[in-house]
């Protein structure tokens, strides 16, 4: 099945640059269909029905948000593309859906395709998108959604408790003694939770501090937790943990 995509960007040579990155690509894909502004993206997209969007996130005087809210609950499969390491953003690849970072190379985008051909399940991909629409609208309980093998997952970051990681995976705890499995580095959990109150403890180990109960020195120093969990500090963590301790008390 070929794949058909929207191309929504405020700036010509962006979309130009896209277009002929699109067409030069070896995967069964089309462009149906290009836009500069919220306005023409809606009846561009509703007149072609793309499967896929490339989304620029600033749009003039709109952005890639306005234009989703207008396409409704259901809207095609998402790519945004930003020039702005959001924080906001990383999250959707915990949730299979992508974002591209300005510039974008073809290898960056051949990558995304050929991820998006093989999606069958848009599921996902649509919960995720809602979680964006509920985060931006209720910025004070916000959620994180992790695709795993069995679905999609949807936390409060701030009930989870800890990460732990062995090679390419990381489990999850929360509050509830819950565990998930996701088929994701450490690396992107951290970048993901940073925001809520989270430091790296460890190689392995990503910590909630208002889980922490007390930090010991002894046996190379590790943390305790509301649990009774231990979790060891390494040696050039020390000063990042302790220092985030204390700022919990200022």
């Known amino acids: ?3 058909r995509i929207f191309i929504v960007d405020d700036e010509g040579p962006a979309r130009r640059g896209l277009v002929e990155m699109v ?6 894909v089309e462009v149906v269909g290009q836009a500069a502004s919220v306005e023409e993206a809606v009846e561009g997209i509703r007149s072609s029905d793309p499967d896929l969007l490339l989304l620029d996130i600033h749009l003039g005087k709109g952005n890639g948000f306005d234009l989703l809210e207008r396409l409704g609950e259901e809207p095609p499969m998402v790519v945004f593309v930003t020039a702005h390491d959001q924080y906001a953003l990383r999250a959707f690849r915990l ?3 992508d974002y591209l970072l300005k510039p974008i190379t073809s290898s960056m985008l051949q990558g995304t395709l050929q991820r998006a051909l093989e999606r069958t399940d848009r599921t996902q991909a649509q919960t995720a998108l809602g979680v964006l629409r509920s985060n931006r609208k209720h910025p004070k309980e916000p959620r994180i959604a992790i695709a795993t093998s069995d679905g999609l ?3 409060d970051p701030r009930q989870l408790v800890r990460c732990e ?8 705890f929360d509050a509830d003694g819950r565990k998930l499995v996701c088929a994701r580095t450490l690396k992107d959990f951290d970048e993901l939770l940073e ?11 990503l910590v909630n501090l208002l889980a922490v109960k007390r930090y010991s020195a002894r046996d190379g120093g590790f943390l305790v937790l509301n649990d009774g969990t231990r ?6 963590k020390r000063q990042l943990v302790l220092d985030a301790l204390s700022a919990l008390g200022s």
Do not use: C, K
């Open 23 to 28: 067409q030069a690509s070896t995967l069964d």
């Open 1 to 3: 099945m070929t794949l």
């Open 231 to 236: 979790i060891p500090v390494a040696q050039r």
């Open 153 to 155: 997952h949807l936390f």
């Open 95 to 97: 949730a299979a859906v």
């Open 165 to 172: 990681s062995e090679n390419n995976y990381t489990t999850l």
């Open 195 to 205: 925001p809520y109150g989270f430091v790296r403890a460890h190689a392995s180990h």
